[in-house]
C-alpha cells in the first residue's frame, strides 16, 4: 500500500486513538519537532517515518506494537539512536522509540543492574561508577545500550569479563502479538539464547539485566605514533596480545591525527597507527603490563596512558564524533593477522578521504573464547579481533568517496578474514549470505526461534533472519 493511499485511509480517529493509548508523545508529520525527532545519528540517512511513538513505560510498547501490526505499518525500534545503518528508523512507517525510558537501577550487593531500553553506556556508566562496578559495553558513552547488546556487544572490558552478552542475565520483552514476557535462562530460554547477538529480530526489549562487575579507576588513554612505523607496531600489537593479560583491554587502529585541540599542533592531520588500552589496575601494573610491547617501538607522537575514572575513558572520544556525522561502516571478524594483511591494512587506510576515516580491530579473545560456540547466538568465539572500517565526515558531499573508500578497503582485506562479522558494524546494504555468515551453524536455530515468537517477520528493519520455512 503506498503512503498516499494510507494517508487517506487512516481516519483521524485511528490516530486519536492510538494517541489516547500512549503516555508519551505521538509525533506525525505535521508536528513542528517532527525533524528533530526524526534525526539521526549518521547523517548520511535521511527517512521519514509516518509516525513516531515515543513510548514511556512497557504499556507504550505494547499499544505500540498492536498498532503498527494491526495497521500494516513497517515498524523500526530506536533505543539509544546510535545505529550506523539507520535501522532505528523507517521511510512511512511507525517508529518504537524507547529514547524516554532510561531509568538504571543498581543493587549492590548482587552487582546487578536494571537497564531501560533507551539509556546510552554512558547513562550506565554514570550509575554504577559510584558503586565502583562497570558492565562491559562499548568504547564511547554514546552508544545505545540495546544495539549494542542485542549485536553481541564488544570493549575494553570484553578481555577479562566477555562480551555484553555474557553479562545479560535477563530481558524484559514485548513480542509481535503483544505479549509481554520475561527471557532468562530459566524463563523462554530459546529466546533469551536468541536475544545474546541475534539483534532485533525477535521483539522489543524493554528492560535488561546485566552482571557488572569491579571497576572504578583504570590506568588508560591512547598512544599515537606516526604512520610510518604501522607495520612494526600492529605487527607487535599482534603478537603481544596472546600473552597479555585479561585486565588489559588493547585494541589498535589506522588512523589520523585530527587537527584540533587538545591534540599536538606538530602532529595535526598526519597519519597515524595508535593503540588505545584500558588496563582495569594500579598505574603500576599496567605499566608493567605493556612494558614488553612498548619497549619494542619507537617513540610515539603522544602517550596519554593515565589514571583516569572508568567512564572518563569511555566518554573521552565522544567529542570527536558528534550526531549527525557521515558515516559509512564495513566490518569483519579477523581470526589472523599475517604480515601481508597488515600491509594492506596500512595501504587502504593511507587512501583515507577524511581525517576522521579509521580502522579498529578490537580483542576477541579472553573471557569470550571461554563461552561455547552454541551457548548464544554469537558464534564467533573463535576469532581473534572484531574489525570495523569507518568512513567518516562532517560535510554530507563526501558521502560518495566515504562508501568508495570503505567498500574498497574492505574488498582489499577481506580476503584475509573468515567470514561473517560483528552485525553492529554492518550496514543495511549487506546481503543475507553475509548475516548468515555473521551466526555460522547457529543461523538456522536463531531462524526456527524467529518462527517461534515472530512469524510474520514483523521485526525486519534489522539485519534480518527470516522465519523458518
Not at 543498581?106 to 554514570?126: I, L, N, Y
Not at 598512544?223 to 603478537?239: E, N
Request: charged share 20%; net charge neutral; proline share 6%.
Amino acid at each position: 500500500m503506498s503512503i498516499l493511499v494510507w494517508e487517506n485511509a487512516m481516519l483521524d480517529e485511528d490516530i486519536r486513538q492510538f494517541r489516547q493509548n500512549l503516555r508519551g508523545r505521538l509525533i506525525t508529520r505535521h508536528d513542528p519537532d517532527y525533524d528533530g525527532a526524526r534525526a539521526l545519528y549518521n547523517g548520511m540517512i535521511d527517512k521519514r517515518p509516518l509516525l513516531i511513538a515515543q513510548c514511556v513505560d512497557v504499556a507504550d510498547v505494547v499499544s505500540a506494537v498492536n498498532f503498527g501490526r494491526d495497521k500494516q505499518l513497517l515498524i523500526a525500534i530506536r533505543g539509544g539512536g546510535h545505529n550506523g545503518p539507520g535501522l532505528g528508523s523507517v521511510d512511512d512507517g511507525l517508529v518504537i522509540d524507547l529514547s524516554m525510558m532510561k531509568g538504571v537501577r543498581v543493587e549492590p550487593a548482587s552487582r546487578t543492574v536494571r537497564v531501560g531500553p533507551g539509556c546510552t553506556s554512558g547513562d550506565v556508566d554514570h550509575a554504577t561508577h559510584v558503586f565502583g562496578l562497570a558492565v562491559p559495553f562499548g568504547i564511547v558513552s554514546t552508544t545505545g545500550v540495546a544495539g549494542l547488546t542485542l549485536g553481541g556487544g564488544s570493549g575494553y572490558l570484553t578481555r577479562k569479563y566477555g562480551l555484553t552478552i555474557d553479562n545479560l542475565l535477563e530481558a524484559d520483552v514485548v513480542l509481535a502479538d503483544g505479549s509481554f514476557v520475561t527471557a532468562s535462562a530459566k524463563e523462554n530460554a530459546d529466546l533469551f539464547w536468541a536475544l545474546r547477538g541475534g539483534g532485533g529480530n525477535f521483539g522489543v526489549v524493554t528492560s535488561f539485566l546485566f552482571q557488572a562487575h569491579p571497576v572504578k579507576m583504570v590506568y588508560a588513554g591512547p598512544i599515537f605514533w606516526d604512520a610510518k612505523h604501522g607495520k612494526q607496531i600492529m605487527g607487535a600489537y599482534r603478537d603481544f596480545l596472546a600473552s597479555a593479560p585479561e585486565e588489559l583491554g588493547t585494541f589498535v587502529g589506522l588512523k589520523t591525527v585530527p587537527s584540533m585541540d587538545p591534540f599536538p599542533r606538530e602532529a595535526w592531520g598526519k597519519r597515524a597507527c595508535a593503540v588505545i588500552s584500558c588496563f582495569a589496575g594500579s598505574e603500576e601494573d599496567g605499566k608493567k603490563v605493556l612494558a614488553p610491547l612498548l619497549s619494542k617501538l619507537p617513540a610515539p607522537f603522544f602517550n596519554w596512558m593515565s589514571v583516569m575514572p572508568f567512564p572518563a575513558l569511555q566518554g573521552m572520544f565522544d567529542p570527536f564524533f558528534p550526531k549527525g556525522l557521515q558515516w559509512y561502516w564495513k566490518g569483519d571478524f579477523v581470526r589472523d593477522l599475517p604480515d601481508e594483511a597488515i600491509g594492506v591494512y596500512i595501504n587502504q587506510s593511507a587512501k583515507a578521504p577524511s581525517e576522521l576515516c579509521l580502522m579498529h580491530l578490537y580483542p576477541i579473545d579472553g573471557a569470550v573464547h571461554r563461552v561455547g560456540k552454541q551457548e548464544t547466538a554469537w558464534a564467533a568465539r573463535d576469532v581473534t579481533w572484531s574489525m570495523v572500517i569507518a568512513a567518516i565526515d562532517p560535510n554530507p558531499q563526501q558521502a560518495g568517496a566515504l562508501m568508495r573508500w570503505g567498500r574498497a578497503y574492505w574488498e582489499a582485506v577481506h580476503k584475509f578474514n573468515p567470514g561473517g562479522a560483528y552485525v553492529n558494524f554492518m550496514m543495511d546494504d549487506e546481503d543475507e549470505a553475509r548475516v548468515r555468515a555473521s551466526y555460522g551453524e547457529n543461523f538456522a536455530r536463531l531462524a526456527t526461534v524467529k518462527k517461534k515468537y515472530d512469524p510474520a517477520n514483523l521485526f525486519r528493519v534489522n539485519q534480518n533472519i527470516k522465519p523458518a520455512a
